[in-house]
C-alpha cells in the first residue's frame, strides 16, 4: 500500500465477536504521508508488512502513524516511520 496524495484515514468498524474482526495488514506500506488507523479489535502487520521499508512513513509534522485499536497491535515486520508514532 502506497500513501499518496494526503494522510490515509482507514477505519474498520466491523465487529460481529468473529474471527474477521480486527484489521490484518500483509503489504508493504510505504510513502511520506500520515497513517492513522481506527479498529475495533486488533491490529496486525503481518510478517513482511514492512512500514516504511522505501520511503519512510509521515510527512515529518505531528504523529506519522496513528493506531485508535480496541484490541492489542503487533508487527511482525519492520518500521521506518518519521518522527512521530501514537497508540
Known amino acids: 500500500m502506497t500513501l499518496t496524495d494526503g ?4 477505519v474498520d468498524t466491523f465487529n460481529d465477536g468473529g474471527a474477521l474482526d480486527g484489521l490484518v495488514v500483509t503489504a508493504l506500506v510505504d510513502g511520506a504521508r500520515d497513517l492513522s488507523l481506527t479498529v475495533t479489535d486488533t491490529t496486525v502487520f ?3 508488512a514492512n ?6 512513513v509521515g510527512d515529518g509534522t505531528g504523529a506519522s502513524l ?3 485499536s480496541a484490541g492489542t ?3 511482525g515486520g519492520t518500521s521506518g516511520q518519521r518522527p512521530g508514532s501514537v497508540r
Open 66 to 68: 496513528t493506531i485508535n
Open 46 to 48: 503481518a510478517a513482511g
Open 73 to 75: 497491535t503487533s508487527f
Open 51 to 56: 512500514i516504511g521499508a522505501g520511503t519512510a
Open 7 to 10: 494522510d490515509v484515514f482507514i
